[in-house]
């Protein structure tokens, strides 16, 4: 494999996985700023404590929800390209060293 291959491949690895892990954390942030309180932001001191229903609460939930699964994907579909790189790299590193095995032998 070339060395500007191997460039481009880890910039595409190091962007997946920056990627993966700015979209998890952005939705762990946007579930903690959720407010239990209508009309409120997360630090409003002085909104009405009008609690929100349960319903209100879990649409409120499903798009951070989404962005952190979204993100888990992404690193899981990372780690599988990984593994299947270096298992074919272990493949291609045993089927030399047999090679270069049997030219000894011979």
Known sequence: MSLNRKKE???KFATLGFGGVFLIV?????IINISPYKDCGFLDFFCPKELKSPNELFFDHIGPVFI???GSLAIIV???I???SFTS???ERSQRSL???EE???
């Open 89 to 91: 790299y272990l493949r």
């Open 78 to 80: 990372l780690i599988l």
């Open 104 to 106: 000894r032998n011979q």
């Open 26 to 30: 952005l939705g762990v942030i946007s």
């Open 99 to 101: 090679s270069e095995e």
């Open 68 to 70: 952190i699964i979204l």
């Open 82 to 84: 990984q593994s299947k």
């Open 9 to 11: 491949n880890l910039k």
